[in-house]
């Protein structure tokens, strides 16, 4: 934008904005919001701070906006900056900052989909803007990572993801169940369901439940084939197999469909 005058941005044009206001520049006080691909996501930013962009699970190759409307844009690898500039004017030695509150769109393009972002800048801390996957990004991820494995080494792979806690980002969360189980096998454990997850593009869904004892019991993968965990179980680990009274076993359960 052409300036004149005593008028002039206060801030540093995109080939240096990294640079000059590193992702390490953002308060640590950020707010979080996500976007979906392929819909408007109508978010504010802040005004005044370097709002963050995370592309879950890939980099964003690139972003459209209008560079008149007073902003900055920088990006690098799975992260881009947003910095609305601010307009300062002089007048008998008296400085005044003028903020943008002109909307801006933004189209992030991010794991091979397009983001439209309508963000309304305003007065509050600098945000971060996720954009995770949609359905057909979650599906084509699944079946790069699972496809070249036979039954077996899904199975396998599934339940060691979930116990040492690094679930793929293409594992969708759904909630829990509440009620606490009962199987008729086993009259003195409880089952509490602690995380369930979809696996889309795969047809299956995965389940991990607390198993908690009331008195000393010794435990096989066979007592868990019960229709209240799912009428197409695919597979079940646990984490341990002898339990004392009050104490608490990891059981895995992967299914060939969705459990709803």
Known sequence: MPISGNRAWTACLAGSLVASLPLAAVPALAQSVAALPDQTSR???SN??????VCVGGDIEDVKFSAEKGLAVERGGSDAWIKFLVLETEDMGAKT???VTTPSEFFVSCNGAIYPLYAEPADIPAQT???????????????????????????????????QDRVPASFSE??????RLVLSDLPTASLTERRRLEIEGAGLSVSEY????????????????DTALGADIFAITIDRLTLGPNETARLIVVRRSVQS
Request: glycine letters at 4%; hydrophobic letters at 50%.
């Open 43 to 45: 978010i504010r930013l």
């Open 48 to 53: 005044h701070d370097v709002n963050h962009v």
């Open 97 to 99: 900052r003028t903020y």
């Open 129 to 163: 803007v996720t954009l995770v996957q949609g359905h057909a990004q979650r599906a084509r991820a699944n079946d790069a990572l699972l496809g070249p494995l036979v039954e077996e080494e899904r199975a396998v792979g599934i339940a060691l993801a979930i116990l």
């Open 174 to 179: 759904v909630a829990p169940a509440r009620d």
């Open 210 to 225: 607390l198993v908690r004892a009331s008195a000393a019991l010794t435990l096989d993968e066979r007592d868990f084939l």
